[in-house]
Protein backbone atom coordinates (compact mmCIF):
# COMPACT_ATOMS: atom_id res chain seq x y z
CA UNK A 1 0.00 0.00 0.00
CA UNK A 2 1.04 3.24 -0.60
CA UNK A 3 0.29 6.31 1.87
CA UNK A 4 0.37 10.00 0.80
CA UNK A 5 -0.23 12.33 3.20
CA UNK A 6 -1.18 16.36 2.94
CA UNK A 7 -2.86 18.77 4.80
CA UNK A 8 0.10 20.68 6.56
CA UNK A 9 0.71 24.05 6.83
CA UNK A 10 1.13 27.44 8.83
CA UNK A 11 -1.79 28.09 11.21
CA UNK A 12 -1.82 30.08 14.72
CA UNK A 13 -1.96 28.83 17.97
CA UNK A 14 -5.57 28.25 18.95
CA UNK A 15 -6.30 26.87 15.00
CA UNK A 16 -7.47 23.84 13.83
CA UNK A 17 -5.89 21.90 11.00
CA UNK A 18 -6.87 18.23 9.16
CA UNK A 19 -4.35 16.18 7.65
CA UNK A 20 -5.28 13.54 5.31
CA UNK A 21 -3.56 10.28 4.42
CA UNK A 22 -4.52 8.84 0.82
CA UNK A 23 -4.02 4.91 0.96
CA UNK A 24 -3.57 3.57 -2.83
CA UNK A 25 -3.14 -0.18 -3.55
CA UNK A 26 -4.91 -2.44 -1.43
CA UNK A 27 -7.86 -1.63 0.45
CA UNK A 28 -6.60 0.67 3.31
CA UNK A 29 -9.31 -1.60 5.78
CA UNK A 30 -6.52 -4.45 5.58
CA UNK A 31 -4.04 -2.27 7.90
CA UNK A 32 -4.76 -0.54 11.17
CA UNK A 33 -3.07 3.01 10.99
CA UNK A 34 -1.90 5.66 12.71
CA UNK A 35 -0.71 8.82 13.10
CA UNK A 36 3.26 9.83 14.16
CA UNK A 37 5.31 13.24 14.52
CA UNK A 38 8.73 14.07 14.60
CA UNK A 39 9.08 18.01 16.44
CA UNK A 40 13.21 19.51 15.17
CA UNK A 41 15.59 18.01 17.64
CA UNK A 42 13.03 15.06 18.95
CA UNK A 43 12.52 11.59 18.25
CA UNK A 44 9.43 10.14 16.60
CA UNK A 45 6.32 10.34 18.82
CA UNK A 46 3.09 8.27 18.14
CA UNK A 47 0.25 10.15 18.66
CA UNK A 48 -2.87 8.26 17.26
CA UNK A 49 -3.74 5.09 16.15
CA UNK A 50 -6.74 3.14 14.76
CA UNK A 51 -7.53 -0.39 14.23
CA UNK A 52 -9.16 -2.10 10.99
CA UNK A 53 -12.84 -1.16 11.85
CA UNK A 54 -11.96 2.25 12.96
CA UNK A 55 -13.85 1.22 15.80
CA UNK A 56 -11.28 1.92 18.56
CA UNK A 57 -8.55 4.49 18.39
CA UNK A 58 -5.48 5.53 21.05
CA UNK A 59 -4.00 8.84 21.65
CA UNK A 60 -1.05 9.95 23.46
CA UNK A 61 -1.54 12.52 26.51
CA UNK A 62 0.20 14.92 24.29
CA UNK A 63 -3.14 15.21 22.01
CA UNK A 64 -5.94 13.76 23.82
CA UNK A 65 -9.15 15.79 23.79
CA UNK A 66 -7.40 17.58 20.72
CA UNK A 67 -7.17 15.50 18.25
CA UNK A 68 -8.79 12.80 16.86
CA UNK A 69 -8.43 9.81 13.73
CA UNK A 70 -10.90 9.26 12.08
CA UNK A 71 -11.10 6.86 8.79
CA UNK A 72 -13.45 6.74 5.61
CA UNK A 73 -12.76 3.35 4.37
CA UNK A 74 -14.73 4.01 1.00
CA UNK A 75 -12.21 6.86 0.32
CA UNK A 76 -9.31 5.16 1.87
CA UNK A 77 -8.77 7.84 3.81
CA UNK A 78 -7.42 8.65 7.18
CA UNK A 79 -7.64 11.98 8.34
CA UNK A 80 -6.16 14.03 11.33
CA UNK A 81 -8.24 16.34 12.71
CA UNK A 82 -6.17 18.88 15.04
CA UNK A 83 -7.71 21.50 16.86
CA UNK A 84 -6.45 23.74 19.85
CA UNK A 85 -3.24 24.16 18.35
CA UNK A 86 -0.01 24.74 20.87
CA UNK A 87 3.12 25.94 19.30
CA UNK A 88 4.38 22.65 20.63
CA UNK A 89 2.28 20.56 18.17
CA UNK A 90 4.76 22.29 15.41
CA UNK A 91 6.80 18.90 13.86
CA UNK A 92 6.59 16.46 10.46
CA UNK A 93 3.40 14.65 10.83
CA UNK A 94 3.61 10.72 9.09
CA UNK A 95 0.92 8.45 8.16
CA UNK A 96 1.50 4.94 9.01
CA UNK A 97 0.17 1.24 7.94
CA UNK A 98 0.63 -2.18 9.57
CA UNK A 99 -0.35 -5.64 9.02
CA UNK A 100 0.02 -6.66 12.69
CA UNK A 101 -2.65 -7.69 14.81
CA UNK A 102 -1.14 -5.75 17.81
CA UNK A 103 -2.78 -2.60 16.94
CA UNK A 104 -3.36 0.62 19.50
CA UNK A 105 -0.09 -0.15 20.75
CA UNK A 106 3.02 1.94 19.65
CA UNK A 107 5.44 -0.45 19.71
CA UNK A 108 4.16 -2.39 17.02
CA UNK A 109 5.73 -2.18 13.91
CA UNK A 110 4.63 -0.25 10.99
CA UNK A 111 4.84 -1.31 7.22
CA UNK A 112 4.21 1.58 5.45
CA UNK A 113 5.02 4.92 5.78
CA UNK A 114 3.60 8.29 4.09
CA UNK A 115 6.53 11.00 3.11
CA UNK A 116 5.22 13.40 5.94
CA UNK A 117 3.45 16.44 5.97
CA UNK A 118 5.19 19.85 7.94
CA UNK A 119 2.92 21.87 10.49
CA UNK A 120 3.79 25.03 11.84
CA UNK A 121 1.89 26.45 14.75
CA UNK A 122 2.62 29.83 15.48
CA UNK A 123 2.38 31.61 18.86
Known amino acids: VQLQASGGGLVQAGGSLRLSCAAS????????MGWFRRAPGKERECIALINRSGGSTYYADSVKGRFTIPRDSAKNTLYLQMNSLKPEDTAVYYC?????????????????WGQGTLVTVSS
Open 25 to 32: GRTSTNYA
Open 96 to 112: AATRSSIVLVCTTNYDY
